[in-house]
Protein backbone atom coordinates (compact mmCIF):
# COMPACT_ATOMS: atom_id res chain seq x y z
CA UNK A 1 0.00 0.00 0.00
CA UNK A 2 2.13 4.56 -0.20
CA UNK A 3 3.62 6.45 0.17
CA UNK A 4 1.22 4.28 -0.25
CA UNK A 5 0.55 1.71 2.18
CA UNK A 6 -0.55 -0.40 -0.79
CA UNK A 7 0.88 -2.46 -3.81
CA UNK A 8 0.10 -0.47 -7.31
CA UNK A 9 -1.64 -3.56 -9.00
CA UNK A 10 -1.50 -2.35 -12.64
CA UNK A 11 2.16 -0.77 -11.67
CA UNK A 12 3.17 -4.24 -10.95
CA UNK A 13 1.18 -5.46 -13.97
CA UNK A 14 2.64 -3.01 -16.54
CA UNK A 15 5.23 -0.91 -14.96
CA UNK A 16 3.10 2.29 -15.43
CA UNK A 17 0.78 2.36 -12.37
CA UNK A 18 -2.31 2.27 -11.30
CA UNK A 19 -5.28 1.76 -13.73
CA UNK A 20 -7.62 4.90 -12.78
CA UNK A 21 -11.16 4.40 -11.45
CA UNK A 22 -13.51 6.25 -13.99
CA UNK A 23 -15.14 9.07 -11.81
CA UNK A 24 -18.98 7.70 -11.74
CA UNK A 25 -20.22 11.34 -11.03
CA UNK A 26 -19.76 14.24 -13.16
CA UNK A 27 -18.73 18.04 -12.12
CA UNK A 28 -15.71 19.30 -11.18
CA UNK A 29 -14.46 16.80 -8.03
CA UNK A 30 -17.52 19.04 -5.55
CA UNK A 31 -19.78 16.69 -3.87
CA UNK A 32 -22.81 18.74 -4.18
CA UNK A 33 -22.94 17.63 -8.15
CA UNK A 34 -26.18 15.24 -8.57
CA UNK A 35 -28.43 16.85 -6.08
CA UNK A 36 -25.91 15.79 -3.32
CA UNK A 37 -26.08 12.32 -4.68
CA UNK A 38 -22.61 12.33 -5.40
CA UNK A 39 -19.81 10.85 -2.77
CA UNK A 40 -16.02 12.20 -3.56
CA UNK A 41 -13.78 9.55 -2.23
CA UNK A 42 -10.58 11.53 -2.23
CA UNK A 43 -7.27 9.06 -1.89
CA UNK A 44 -4.18 7.86 -3.47
CA UNK A 45 -3.30 6.02 -6.54
CA UNK A 46 -3.25 2.93 -5.45
CA UNK A 47 -7.05 2.58 -4.47
CA UNK A 48 -8.88 0.54 -6.76
CA UNK A 49 -12.50 -1.77 -6.02
CA UNK A 50 -14.11 -4.02 -8.96
CA UNK A 51 -16.42 -2.07 -10.85
CA UNK A 52 -19.29 -4.51 -10.10
CA UNK A 53 -19.21 -3.91 -6.48
CA UNK A 54 -18.81 -0.08 -6.87
CA UNK A 55 -21.88 -0.36 -8.73
CA UNK A 56 -23.94 -2.36 -6.15
CA UNK A 57 -22.82 0.15 -3.90
CA UNK A 58 -24.07 3.20 -5.33
CA UNK A 59 -27.90 1.27 -6.41
CA UNK A 60 -28.27 0.33 -3.22
CA UNK A 61 -27.36 3.71 -1.52
CA UNK A 62 -28.54 5.45 -4.14
CA UNK A 63 -25.45 7.47 -4.34
CA UNK A 64 -22.57 8.10 -6.78
CA UNK A 65 -19.05 8.21 -6.75
CA UNK A 66 -16.57 9.70 -7.60
CA UNK A 67 -12.74 9.12 -6.62
CA UNK A 68 -10.06 11.35 -6.97
CA UNK A 69 -6.50 10.16 -7.13
CA UNK A 70 -3.96 12.69 -5.30
CA UNK A 71 -0.93 10.91 -5.72
CA UNK A 72 0.67 8.49 -2.81
CA UNK A 73 -0.85 8.75 0.53
CA UNK A 74 1.40 11.23 2.07
CA UNK A 75 1.02 13.73 -1.50
CA UNK A 76 -2.61 12.81 -0.93
CA UNK A 77 -2.93 14.05 3.06
CA UNK A 78 -0.45 17.03 1.92
CA UNK A 79 -2.94 18.52 0.27
CA UNK A 80 -6.32 17.87 2.87
CA UNK A 81 -3.89 19.80 5.67
CA UNK A 82 -3.56 22.35 2.91
CA UNK A 83 -6.97 22.73 2.48
CA UNK A 84 -8.66 21.43 5.81
CA UNK A 85 -12.10 23.14 6.67
CA UNK A 86 -12.79 23.08 3.10
CA UNK A 87 -12.03 19.98 1.67
CA UNK A 88 -11.65 18.61 -2.29
CA UNK A 89 -13.97 15.69 -0.74
CA UNK A 90 -16.22 14.09 1.32
CA UNK A 91 -14.13 10.75 2.09
CA UNK A 92 -9.85 10.32 3.00
CA UNK A 93 -9.06 7.43 2.42
CA UNK A 94 -5.80 6.28 2.49
CA UNK A 95 -3.59 7.17 5.73
CA UNK A 96 -2.09 4.49 8.19
CA UNK A 97 -0.65 4.64 11.35
CA UNK A 98 2.93 5.94 10.07
CA UNK A 99 1.01 9.16 9.11
CA UNK A 100 -2.12 9.16 11.07
CA UNK A 101 -0.71 11.41 14.07
CA UNK A 102 -0.59 14.01 11.22
CA UNK A 103 -4.60 13.67 10.23
CA UNK A 104 -5.36 13.75 13.60
CA UNK A 105 -3.33 16.92 14.58
CA UNK A 106 -4.61 18.76 12.42
CA UNK A 107 -8.18 17.65 12.62
CA UNK A 108 -9.04 16.71 9.28
CA UNK A 109 -12.12 14.33 10.36
CA UNK A 110 -15.77 14.92 11.82
CA UNK A 111 -16.05 11.68 14.48
CA UNK A 112 -18.33 8.82 13.24
CA UNK A 113 -18.62 4.98 13.86
CA UNK A 114 -19.20 3.27 11.09
CA UNK A 115 -21.59 0.44 10.90
CA UNK A 116 -20.05 -2.97 11.49
CA UNK A 117 -17.25 -1.68 13.24
CA UNK A 118 -17.79 -4.26 15.89
CA UNK A 119 -16.91 -6.92 13.67
CA UNK A 120 -13.41 -5.22 12.96
CA UNK A 121 -10.09 -6.48 14.79
CA UNK A 122 -10.13 -4.63 17.86
CA UNK A 123 -6.18 -3.92 17.07
CA UNK A 124 -6.55 -2.40 13.49
CA UNK A 125 -8.92 0.10 15.73
CA UNK A 126 -5.98 2.20 17.03
CA UNK A 127 -8.69 5.25 17.41
CA UNK A 128 -11.77 3.17 18.86
CA UNK A 129 -12.54 5.66 21.50
CA UNK A 130 -13.33 8.79 19.41
CA UNK A 131 -13.52 7.51 15.86
CA UNK A 132 -11.90 10.32 13.69
CA UNK A 133 -11.06 7.42 11.57
CA UNK A 134 -12.49 3.66 10.37
CA UNK A 135 -9.71 1.01 10.06
CA UNK A 136 -9.95 -0.19 6.33
CA UNK A 137 -6.97 -2.55 6.23
CA UNK A 138 -3.34 -3.83 6.68
CA UNK A 139 -0.26 -5.20 5.33
CA UNK A 140 2.87 -5.87 6.15
CA UNK A 141 5.93 -3.68 4.80
CA UNK A 142 9.31 -6.28 3.92
CA UNK A 143 12.36 -6.88 2.23
CA UNK A 144 11.73 -8.88 -1.05
CA UNK A 145 13.71 -10.74 -2.56
CA UNK A 146 14.18 -11.97 -5.89
CA UNK A 147 14.35 -16.34 -5.60
CA UNK A 148 16.79 -16.27 -9.10
CA UNK A 149 19.47 -14.29 -8.26
CA UNK A 150 19.61 -16.01 -4.97
CA UNK A 151 19.38 -19.58 -6.76
CA UNK A 152 21.82 -18.36 -9.45
CA UNK A 153 24.45 -17.11 -7.04
CA UNK A 154 23.86 -19.97 -4.53
CA UNK A 155 23.49 -17.36 -1.93
CA UNK A 156 21.04 -18.20 0.89
CA UNK A 157 18.51 -14.66 0.59
CA UNK A 158 18.08 -12.63 3.90
CA UNK A 159 16.05 -13.61 6.45
CA UNK A 160 16.05 -10.59 9.31
CA UNK A 161 17.24 -7.17 9.42
CA UNK A 162 20.41 -8.56 10.82
CA UNK A 163 21.28 -10.07 7.95
CA UNK A 164 21.02 -7.22 5.62
CA UNK A 165 23.95 -5.35 6.75
CA UNK A 166 26.22 -8.71 6.32
CA UNK A 167 28.50 -8.45 3.70
CA UNK A 168 27.18 -11.09 1.12
CA UNK A 169 24.20 -8.33 1.13
CA UNK A 170 26.70 -5.52 -0.21
CA UNK A 171 24.94 -3.47 -2.70
CA UNK A 172 22.10 -5.40 -3.26
CA UNK A 173 19.19 -3.33 -1.65
CA UNK A 174 17.04 -0.96 -2.83
CA UNK A 175 14.76 0.97 0.01
CA UNK A 176 12.62 3.97 -0.56
CA UNK A 177 12.84 7.64 1.25
CA UNK A 178 11.90 7.51 4.61
CA UNK A 179 10.58 11.15 3.77
CA UNK A 180 8.47 10.83 1.00
CA UNK A 181 7.03 6.95 0.87
CA UNK A 182 5.29 5.03 3.06
CA UNK A 183 7.02 1.80 2.52
CA UNK A 184 9.73 3.91 3.25
CA UNK A 185 9.27 5.04 6.43
CA UNK A 186 7.85 2.01 7.53
CA UNK A 187 10.67 0.38 6.89
CA UNK A 188 12.73 2.95 9.22
CA UNK A 189 10.09 2.58 11.96
CA UNK A 190 10.55 -1.40 11.69
CA UNK A 191 14.20 -0.90 12.32
CA UNK A 192 13.51 1.16 14.98
CA UNK A 193 10.92 -1.28 16.85
CA UNK A 194 13.99 -3.87 16.06
CA UNK A 195 17.12 -1.48 17.24
CA UNK A 196 15.50 0.82 19.83
CA UNK A 197 16.41 4.67 20.11
CA UNK A 198 19.60 3.60 20.78
CA UNK A 199 20.80 1.73 18.44
CA UNK A 200 18.73 2.15 14.94
CA UNK A 201 20.83 4.99 13.51
CA UNK A 202 23.99 2.84 13.99
CA UNK A 203 22.17 0.03 11.96
CA UNK A 204 21.28 2.24 8.85
CA UNK A 205 24.90 3.85 8.93
CA UNK A 206 25.80 -0.23 8.72
CA UNK A 207 23.32 -0.27 6.23
CA UNK A 208 24.99 2.84 4.30
CA UNK A 209 28.56 0.87 4.45
CA UNK A 210 26.85 -1.96 2.90
CA UNK A 211 25.72 -0.22 -0.50
CA UNK A 212 22.10 0.39 0.73
CA UNK A 213 20.51 2.47 -2.92
CA UNK A 214 17.56 5.15 -1.86
CA UNK A 215 14.78 6.20 -3.87
CA UNK A 216 12.22 8.43 -4.19
CA UNK A 217 8.97 6.05 -4.09
CA UNK A 218 7.96 2.77 -3.88
CA UNK A 219 7.23 2.40 -8.00
CA UNK A 220 10.86 3.38 -8.54
CA UNK A 221 12.06 1.11 -6.02
CA UNK A 222 10.42 -2.13 -7.24
CA UNK A 223 9.62 -1.57 -11.10
CA UNK A 224 12.80 -0.24 -11.92
CA UNK A 225 15.29 -1.07 -9.54
CA UNK A 226 14.66 -4.56 -8.25
CA UNK A 227 15.41 -7.68 -10.29
CA UNK A 228 12.67 -9.73 -9.23
CA UNK A 229 9.45 -7.65 -10.71
CA UNK A 230 8.32 -7.61 -14.12
CA UNK A 231 9.08 -4.10 -14.49
CA UNK A 232 12.89 -4.74 -13.04
CA UNK A 233 13.07 -7.28 -16.01
CA UNK A 234 12.30 -5.04 -18.51
CA UNK A 235 14.57 -2.37 -17.05
CA UNK A 236 17.63 -4.86 -16.61
CA UNK A 237 17.46 -3.84 -13.04
CA UNK A 238 20.52 -4.97 -10.35
CA UNK A 239 19.26 -4.89 -7.23
CA UNK A 240 17.95 -8.22 -5.96
CA UNK A 241 16.25 -6.90 -2.51
CA UNK A 242 13.88 -4.44 -2.24
CA UNK A 243 11.06 -3.04 0.35
CA UNK A 244 8.19 -3.73 -0.59
CA UNK A 245 4.65 -5.40 0.99
CA UNK A 246 4.27 -9.52 2.11
CA UNK A 247 1.80 -9.48 -0.89
CA UNK A 248 3.78 -8.60 -3.36
CA UNK A 249 4.83 -12.30 -4.57
CA UNK A 250 0.90 -13.05 -5.02
CA UNK A 251 0.53 -9.73 -7.64
CA UNK A 252 3.35 -11.04 -9.44
CA UNK A 253 2.31 -14.55 -10.19
CA UNK A 254 -1.63 -12.62 -10.87
CA UNK A 255 0.42 -10.64 -13.50
CA UNK A 256 2.58 -13.07 -15.17
CA UNK A 257 1.12 -14.71 -18.46
CA UNK A 258 1.83 -18.06 -18.21
CA UNK A 259 1.41 -17.77 -14.25
CA UNK A 260 4.00 -19.46 -12.47
CA UNK A 261 3.23 -22.32 -10.51
CA UNK A 262 5.77 -20.86 -8.11
CA UNK A 263 6.02 -16.79 -7.32
CA UNK A 264 8.99 -15.24 -8.84
CA UNK A 265 9.86 -13.58 -6.09
CA UNK A 266 9.95 -14.35 -1.87
CA UNK A 267 9.71 -12.46 1.78
CA UNK A 268 12.26 -11.86 4.30
CA UNK A 269 9.57 -11.99 6.64
CA UNK A 270 11.76 -11.23 9.69
CA UNK A 271 11.90 -7.43 8.58
CA UNK A 272 8.42 -6.52 8.44
CA UNK A 273 6.61 -3.29 9.80
CA UNK A 274 2.53 -3.81 10.29
CA UNK A 275 1.14 -1.12 8.57
CA UNK A 276 -2.44 0.10 9.37
CA UNK A 277 -4.82 1.81 7.20
CA UNK A 278 -7.75 3.72 7.37
CA UNK A 279 -10.38 6.12 5.97
CA UNK A 280 -12.41 8.95 7.29
CA UNK A 281 -15.22 11.61 7.08
CA UNK A 282 -13.51 15.20 6.23
CA UNK A 283 -14.35 18.03 7.85
CA UNK A 284 -16.51 20.24 6.18
CA UNK A 285 -17.26 17.44 3.84
CA UNK A 286 -20.78 18.94 1.31
CA UNK A 287 -22.15 14.95 1.56
CA UNK A 288 -21.57 14.31 4.91
CA UNK A 289 -24.90 11.49 4.85
CA UNK A 290 -23.23 10.10 1.40
CA UNK A 291 -19.95 9.85 3.08
CA UNK A 292 -20.93 7.84 6.76
CA UNK A 293 -22.66 5.76 3.84
CA UNK A 294 -19.26 4.99 2.11
CA UNK A 295 -17.19 4.29 5.47
CA UNK A 296 -20.00 1.83 5.98
CA UNK A 297 -19.37 0.31 2.71
CA UNK A 298 -15.01 0.20 3.30
CA UNK A 299 -15.55 -2.32 5.90
CA UNK A 300 -18.84 -4.60 4.69
CA UNK A 301 -17.84 -7.76 3.84
CA UNK A 302 -18.40 -7.16 0.15
CA UNK A 303 -15.81 -4.76 -0.27
CA UNK A 304 -13.67 -6.12 2.29
CA UNK A 305 -13.02 -9.66 0.33
CA UNK A 306 -12.88 -7.47 -2.80
CA UNK A 307 -10.08 -5.64 -1.60
CA UNK A 308 -7.30 -8.11 -1.19
CA UNK A 309 -7.11 -8.75 -5.00
CA UNK A 310 -7.52 -5.17 -6.09
CA UNK A 311 -5.01 -3.05 -3.73
CA UNK A 312 -3.15 -6.21 -2.35
CA UNK A 313 -3.96 -5.73 1.60
CA UNK A 314 -5.52 -7.18 3.72
CA UNK A 315 -9.38 -7.24 4.85
CA UNK A 316 -9.66 -6.33 9.16
CA UNK A 317 -13.10 -7.48 9.31
CA UNK A 318 -13.20 -10.80 11.30
CA UNK A 319 -14.14 -13.37 9.15
CA UNK A 320 -13.25 -12.25 5.79
CA UNK A 321 -12.08 -14.76 3.36
CA UNK A 322 -8.71 -14.39 1.45
CA UNK A 323 -8.61 -15.43 -1.80
CA UNK A 324 -6.48 -18.66 -3.06
CA UNK A 325 -4.14 -16.61 -4.56
CA UNK A 326 -2.66 -15.22 -1.13
CA UNK A 327 -3.01 -18.25 0.56
CA UNK A 328 -1.39 -20.42 -2.17
CA UNK A 329 1.79 -17.76 -2.82
CA UNK A 330 1.77 -14.85 -0.17
CA UNK A 331 3.81 -15.19 3.07
CA UNK A 332 3.21 -14.26 6.82
CA UNK A 333 5.02 -11.85 8.54
CA UNK A 334 7.10 -13.46 11.58
CA UNK A 335 6.43 -11.16 14.60
CA UNK A 336 6.01 -8.07 12.71
CA UNK A 337 7.42 -4.81 14.01
CA UNK A 338 5.27 -2.08 15.50
CA UNK A 339 5.37 1.13 17.10
CA UNK A 340 3.04 2.62 19.48
CA UNK A 341 0.67 5.61 17.71
CA UNK A 342 1.93 8.11 20.16
CA UNK A 343 5.92 7.29 19.70
CA UNK A 344 5.42 7.96 15.97
CA UNK A 345 3.44 11.14 16.64
CA UNK A 346 6.51 12.00 19.13
CA UNK A 347 9.39 11.08 17.21
CA UNK A 348 8.43 10.46 13.64
CA UNK A 349 9.98 14.26 12.38
CA UNK A 350 13.47 13.66 14.17
CA UNK A 351 13.74 9.99 13.03
CA UNK A 352 12.98 11.15 9.82
CA UNK A 353 15.21 14.07 9.73
CA UNK A 354 18.11 11.94 11.67
CA UNK A 355 17.97 9.27 8.90
CA UNK A 356 18.00 11.27 5.99
CA UNK A 357 21.14 12.86 7.87
CA UNK A 358 22.75 9.79 7.53
CA UNK A 359 21.29 7.98 4.36
CA UNK A 360 20.86 10.37 1.97
CA UNK A 361 22.78 13.95 2.58
Do not use: H, W
Given at each position: MSTTFRLAAGALAAAVGVTALAACGSGDGGSSSAGGKTVTVVTHDSFNVTPAVLEEFEKSSGYQVKVLKSGDAGAALNQEVLTKGSPRGDVFFGVDNTLLSRALDN??????????????????????DEHRVTPVDTGDICVNYDKKYFADKKLAPPKSFDDLAEP????????????????????????????GDDGWQDYWKKLKANGVKVVDGWEQAYNQEFSGSAGGKKAKADRPLVVSYAS???????????????????????????QTEFAGLLKGAKNEAGGKAFLD???????????????????VLKGAKLPELFTTFGEMAVDPKTVPAADIAKNREGWVKTWTSITVK
Open positions: GLFTPYEAKGLGQVEAAAQLDKAYKDLLVVENAATSSPGLGFLLGSVARYSPPVEVLYSKPQPAQAPTGVATGTCFRFLISKRFQEDMPLQMFVNP
